[in-house]
């Protein structure tokens, strides 16, 4: 009866042992595999100037980037550069273009536009971090540091 027990410790000792070993495993997996996502993410990215991510809207849109270059149309049109699949986003909603180091955002006559949560009907400057919302779909933006200034 003795042995039946130490057997029995010992299956469920091993038994312990394995399921960490597998837990260790599949976390080491995922983050490998998180991992690679970041990097080729980075990598895309690292050609533009910056990135817009929306963080409102449609959940199903939620989280998805788009890279930003010298000239960008925004809108629902399928020959937009950047296309926002959602009805209060106009065919040709806005412009986001760069000059020098800076980016501007040109809404179009009319279209529900909005730089942290105020409406804008003329060209703005943008900075990181900032919020953008067409129509109901929200962004956030990023650039990529091109220079380090210091106040003296």
């Not at 990215?45 to 910056?50: A, D, E, K, R």
């Not at 550069?81 to 179009?108: C, M, S, W």
Request: glycine share 8%; net charge positive.
């Amino acid at each position: 009866m003795e042995s039946a027990y130490e057997v029995a410790a010992y299956a469920l000792r091993y038994w312990f042992i394995a399921a960490v070993l597998v837990i260790l495993i599949a976390v080491i997996y995922i983050s490998y595999k998180e991992y690679q996502q970041k990097k080729f993410v980075m990598t895309e990215i690292s050609q533009f100037g910056g990135y817009m991510k929306i963080i409102g809207g449609p959940r199903e849109f939620i989280g998805d980037r788009f890279g930003l270059r010298e000239n960008n149309t925004i809108g629902s049109d399928s020959r937009c550069d950047i296309v926002l699949p959602d009805r209060t986003v106009k065919k040709n909603h806005a412009a986001i273009f760069q000059d020098g180091d800076d980016y501007y955002l040109e809404p179009a006559a009319k279209a529900p536009t909005k730089i942290n949560g105020r409406r804008a009907v003329n060209a703005h400057k943008l900075k990181t971090g900032d919020s953008v919302s067409f129509g109901d779909v929200e962004l956030r933006i990023y650039f990529k540091r091109t220079r380090i200034e210091h106040d003296n």
